[in-house]
């Protein structure tokens, strides 16, 4: 879970939790920490992208390099020589926005471009589209040398998770 504190929050909490206070009533102290529980509890939590991959593929880690020539089908091999099966969410996915704005480190609308660009100059093919992370699961699940990505890791059993090294 993260929370960022923003000045004014954080100038009350370095003061209220500073041990040079002096309070009459130590109330104040006990509800301000409460407050401060409460926010932490229910403030959105950012769930962090994970890169999935069918077990052929015997992979547990790729650089952010080879993970974006991946996704843009410039590498279509696996290390040990399986051919790579890309499948993604929609563009207008939020998910998909996610993955490719913090792993892949492009806009959405790059990554349209060159799949474009490659499908229709005949140099390569765009990849394959599922309708939901289920599907998209079910699919890396199913597919050798497959790779895809979830938000939620509690479903996903029997795929290689990819840790993705900067």
């Known amino acids: 879970m993260v929370l960022t504190v923003t000045g004014e929050v ?3 909490l370095s003061f209220v939790m500073s041990p040079s206070a002096n309070y009459k009533d130590e109330n104040i102290k006990t509800i301000f920490i409460h407050i401060v529980v ?3 509890l229910f403030s959105p939590q ?3 992208i994970n890169v999935i991959s069918n077990i052929t593929a015997d992979t547990t880690s790729l650089s952010v390099t080879q993970l974006r020539r991946i996704y843009s089908m410039r ?3 696996w290390q040990n020589g399986i051919p790579i099966i890309v499948y993604v969410l929609a563009s207008k996915n939020p998910l998909h926005q996610q993955f490719c704005r913090e792993q892949l480190r492009l ?3 790059q990554l349209d471009r060159i799949w474009h660009k490659l499908t229709f100059s005949g140099y390569g093919v765009a990849p394959i589209e599922v309708a939901t ?3 998209l699961i079910h699919a890396v699940k199913s597919t050798k040398g497959a790779i895809g990505y979830v938000e939620n890791l509690l479903e996903v059993k029997d795929v290689n998770i990819i840790k ?3």
Do not use: G
């Open 107 to 109: 806009f959405p609308y």
């Open 46 to 48: 950012v769930n962090a």
């Open 133 to 135: 992370e289920s599907e």
């Open 38 to 40: 409460v926010i932490l």
């Open 10 to 12: 954080s100038y009350y």
């Open 164 to 166: 993705i090294d900067d």
């Open 75 to 77: 590498q279509v091999h």
